[in-house]
């Protein structure tokens, strides 16, 4: 193979230059040298850091497998989910996970049909992500719901043995519909652009084994220009169709706190209030996967600084709208007179969950402000730090929405105090070592950044440049 | 690959054509529009990315994937439209929150989302059946610079196939474009059919998932007489008795069960506990069987024997554990008086008309200076009206009687008659939370406790009558005399 400019340097690109556009990758790269870089993460053999971290995650997943094993075996009463607050931490974890999840779409699909070419780098990464987040989601309702070897009756299937249907009008089933469908379009969305990829992960295979799998995989891709043609055509038709999923996942999300009567919860800011929160919280998690994948994989010229500036960019601006939305809610139930709206904000913030809504307020309205500093936007450090207390934010956001309006609703002698038990925590602990082990698998198997894409973006770029040359020496240039 | 090849065994492999390899997509357009110029229309070019322009340089058609989707998204926002009116405003109506059975705009989350479902799986899946793929076997891959077209190559392939293929002008052609390489493509000459063993697995693999199914509908459409098979059990299975039936699951093929000796039932514990009562229901029971033994044997004629020895049992034990209660158990029945248990002189209650029970004699609580305090509280709020202050039977309601006169009112009893000093502080207690006479049930309206203070000062009044110095403390002593002396 031919030498390979693979420059580990962090080399700056976020810095403007007027009459210049800044390159998306760094270190003067060739098709094959980002061939190269890319399919080193999987043809190498994987750092001892990889190995440490696969023992500890995959122990961790096989934990939580044996936790909903304990739990299906005697019943939804080793959570602390009790009269109040039957909504506790499954569905506080479930709202988190798929929050997490709406990054990955919105990279790969809105962010595709606004053309922000950036996108390549880091779309796979964040794609693959939104599937094993969505997939930590999934679990906690299937458990929720009791018994847990019932839940298909939430499909409407013509059933023998109940001879009824679903309650089409509840938004709880709108969410298996919504959640459903998020999960298995973004899994052909990933899949398809994938397909091109492992192609090139089979031509390059040097085992009969790994040429065989990557074969299957590949469908015997070819690179033919008709298949292009369509493949392009269905990847923009795909992204047109998961734009307004992504957004519908989240609003059906929020239905089902928003549908309900309870204060806190009957709110219509509730849909556009969590797409942000979701879209926040995503970018958040793409950023806290990608900078040390890319320090260790040495993947710095492909996604280099300005990438994840910019996504540093949209989590203050998503921040920005999360601290906006809270500030709302606050303004709503002062103006719309409602005492027991009143009562139930009050509530939040100075009742007995004071500290999870001041904890809320801190890492999602105030540590996402750093922001505006470049120096702390590049600085990988700091970076993943502000992002760690942004989801950690999340999550009490969802704590605090559920849990604060469940415990404390119109009727006081009803009131009580959730208190989780070990269960739920190693629980929700336990679905971080699903979510870490298939990511790591995902390293170590799979094409992690969309090497056709960014060549495509090279091309693109190539001929732009030329363009912009030949306009600035004065010279005619044609198409 | 779907020609048909000669299976001739020395034959020379089948052409596939010429494939010319570029270093930029900008020869490969250039190539392309060359060779689309010199009227071969079975082209194709492959690239690791797609080059825009190869459209037109190759003259390919726009495909008509778009319009499939439409077709799809119609497809599923219908299905979910039709679905959600049969099943919920059909087929299985149901009212929940008042809301119309079809509730267009509760639709809209599901008919959005399969709309989106369908189209999404019809764009992938229609994408791959018009392109052909998975095609596993291509006779391209045969060459082995073409394992570079998903790297940095681009390439370029006149297929045999074209009707103005002429194997020596398309490698002119081809040759000048100036390509990196230029290599003949044959087809594999490797059988194309699956070996039989596959065939043989994939066969018996067929036939074994057969075999869950028919398990499945075996069940559903037979009669059999056991049980389905439960991997949960849920509540499905438990032992019980049913109407007309006997059962095995007690020895006594009783299913109502008696109470356990020594225990209480839940929420029964105010009929049993002589706290809540003023008398000992158990040695009330034991009483009650006594007398049922001696009603039935009043009614049978030869019954001389059970009656004696019943009723002496039962006095007996009442007169060894509570002598006060002892009295009369079997005063109420016309049955043949038995030998009477220890008489006390002064307790005849029943004379009272109040019932003969075994009152108990001792507080069920701690009696001190508070209880006492709380009895006279209490004493004064509820009792006082008609009893008096003092306890004499004189309170307000009874001397305002007398002014008007009222011929039928009965005066309030006097805590100080001897009748009631006599009684057992149970009876009392009995009394005030079920009332006597005129008098109303205070049950309802005082607590336990509260009951049992007034009954404590019930008493202290009482002793308050019959007192000497000696009740008073030593210390007291001097001021009673003080005032003796000051009268």
């Not at chain 2, 105010?270 to 158990?282: I, R, S």
């Not at chain 2, 002064?346 to 003969?356: K, L, R, S, Y």
Request: glycine share 6%.
């Amino acid at each position: 193979m031919a030498s390979i400019s693979i420059n580990p340097r962090e080399i700056d690109n976020t810095v403007e230059l007027p009459g210049q556009r800044a390159p998306l990758i760094t270190g003067k790269q060739t098709f094959n040298s980002v061939t190269e870089m890319v399919c080193a993460v999987a043809e190498k053999p994987q750092p001892m850091l990889w190995y440490i971290l696969f023992g500890f995650s995959s122990l961790t997943a096989l934990m939580f497998v044996s936790l909903i094993g304990y739990l299906i075996l005697t019943g939804v009463g080793i959570w602390g989910n009790m009269s109040p607050v039957f909504w506790a931490w499954p569905i506080v974890n479930f709202v988190f996970w798929v929050g997490i999840g709406h990054a990955g779409t919105l990279i790969s699909a809105i962010l595709f049909l606004f053309r922000q070419n950036w996108r390549t780098s880091i779309n796979r990464a964040a794609e693959a992500m939104t599937i094993f987040a969505v997939i930590c989601a999934g679990i906690y309702p299937g458990i929720h719901v009791g018994r847990a070897w019932l839940a298909f009756w939430l499909l409407p299937y013509p059933s023998l043995n109940l001879w009824m249907w679903p309650q089409f009008r509840s938004p709880l089933l709108w969410d298996v519909f919504a959640v459903g469908t998020y999960a298995s379009t973004s899994l052909v969305f990933w899949y398809m652009g994938m397909v091109p990829d492992i192609a090139t992960y089979r031509d390059r295979s040097k085992t009969p084994l790994r040429r065989f799998i990557y074969g299957i995989l590949s469908l015997g891709w070819t690179g033919s220009s008709r298949h292009w043609l369509r493949y392009e055509k269905a990847y923009t038709i795909l992204a047109a169709l998961c734009a307004p999923l992504v957004l519908s996942v989240h609003t059906v999300v929020s239905f089902d706190f928003a549908v309900s009567q309870l204060p806190g919860w009957h709110t219509t800011i509730f849909p556009p209030y969590f797409v942000a929160g979701a879209i926040f919280s995503g970018f958040a998690m793409v950023v806290t996967l990608l900078v040390p994948v890319r320090a260790i994989y040495k993947l710095e010229n492909l996604i280099t600084l300005r990438h994840l500036e910019n996504m540093n960019k949209i989590i203050l601006a998503t921040g920005s709208l999360v601290g906006l939305a809270y500030a709302t809610e606050f303004f709503i139930a002062w103006y719309s007179k409602n005492q027991y709206e009143g009562f139930t904000f009050m509530n939040r913030a100075f009742g007995p969950y004071w500290w999870a809504y001041w904890i809320m307020v801190s890492c999602n309205v105030i540590s996402p402000q750093l922001f505006w500093f470049k120096s702390l936007r590049v600085s990988p450090i700091w970076m993943v730090v502000i992002c760690i207390f942004v989801n950690i934010g999340m999550w009490f956001e969802r704590f605090v929405i559920t849990v604060t309006s469940l415990s404390r609703d119109f009727l006081p002698s009803s009131w009580g105090y959730f208190n989780p038990t070990m269960y739920d925590g190693l629980m929700f602990f336990g679905s971080f070592g699903v979510f870490m082990t298939l990511f790591l698998l995902f390293c170590r198997f799979l094409p992690i950044i969309a090497i056709s894409e960014i060549k495509g973006i090279m091309s693109i770029e190539a001929h732009r440049e030329a363009h912009d040359k030949a306009r600035a020496s004065g010279g005619s240039h044609h198409h | 690959m779907s020609e048909k090849k000669p299976q001739a065994a020395p034959a020379k492999p089948k052409s596939f054509g010429w494939i010319a390899e570029y270093v930029d997509e900008h020869s490969l357009l250039a190539a392309s529009r060359k060779v689309r110029d010199s009227g071969y229309t079975k082209t194709d070019a492959y690239t690791p990315f797609p080059v825009h322009g190869i459209d037109e340089a190759l003259g390919i058609k726009p495909t008509i994937l778009p319009f499939i989707v439409l077709g799809a998204g119609f497809t599923g926002l219908f299905t979910a439209l039709i679905l959600q009116y049969w099943t919920n405003a059909y087929d299985y109506k149901y009212i929940i929150s008042g809301k119309p059975f079809a509730s267009w705009p509760a639709n809209i989350p599901v008919a959005f989302e399969l709309t989106i479902l369908f189209s999404a799986f019809t764009t992938f899946l229609g994408m791959w059946a018009l392109n052909g793929l998975p095609k596993l076997s291509n006779p391209l891959f045969n060459s082995e610079r073409f394992d570079r077209v998903t790297n940095d190559r681009f390439f370029l392939h006149v297929d045999s196939r074209d009707k103005y293929f002429n194997r020596e002008s398309v490698k002119d052609l081809l040759a000048g474009t100036k390509p990196e390489s230029l290599e003949e493509v044959v087809e594999d000459s490797s059988p194309t059919a699956l070996p039989s063993v596959i065939w043989l697995g994939l066969g018996f693999l067929f036939c074994a998932s057969l075999v869950p199914v028919a398990v499945v509908l075996n069940m559903r459409a037979g009669n059999d007489e056991n049980p389905r098979w439960h991997v949960f059990f849920d509540m499905d299975f438990q032992p019980k008795k049913k109407a007309q039936q006997t059962t095995t699951i007690f020895a006594d093929a009783r299913i109502a069960r008696p109470q356990v000796p020594g225990t209480v039932a839940r929420g029964s514990l105010v009929n049993e506990d002589p706290f809540y009562l003023g008398f000992d229901p158990t040695k009330q029971a034991s009483l009650n069987a006594a007398n049922n033994i001696r009603l039935v044997s009043a009614a049978d004629d030869k019954a001389e024997k059970p009656a004696d020895t019943a009723p002496d049992t039962a006095s007996e034990k009442s007169a060894t554990t509570d002598p006060v209660k002892a009295d009369e158990p079997a005063k109420e029945t016309p049955a043949a008086n038995p030998p009477a248990p220890t008489p006390t002189p002064a307790a005849t209650p029943a004379a009272a008309g109040g019932p003969n029970l075994p009152w108990i004699t001792e507080f069920p609580l701690e009696v001190d200076a508070s209880l006492i305090a709380l009895g006279k509280t209490k004493f004064e709020i509820y009792c006082s009206v008609c009893h008096g202050y003092a306890g004499d039977g004189d309170g307000l309601v009874h001397r305002r009687a007398e002014q008007l006169q009222q011929g039928y009112w009965l005066p309030p009893t006097s805590v100080h008659d001897p009748r009631i000093q006599a009684q057992p502080i149970g009876n009392i207690f009995y009394t005030i939370s079920n009332g006597k006479g005129k008098m109303a049930g205070y049950g309802t309206v005082l607590s336990p406790k509260e009951r049992w203070a007034i009954v404590s000062y019930v008493r202290a009044l009482q002793r308050s009558r019959n007192a000497n110095i000696e009740d008073v403390p030593v210390e007291m002593r001097a001021k009673i005399e003080e005032a003796k002396k000051a009268e």
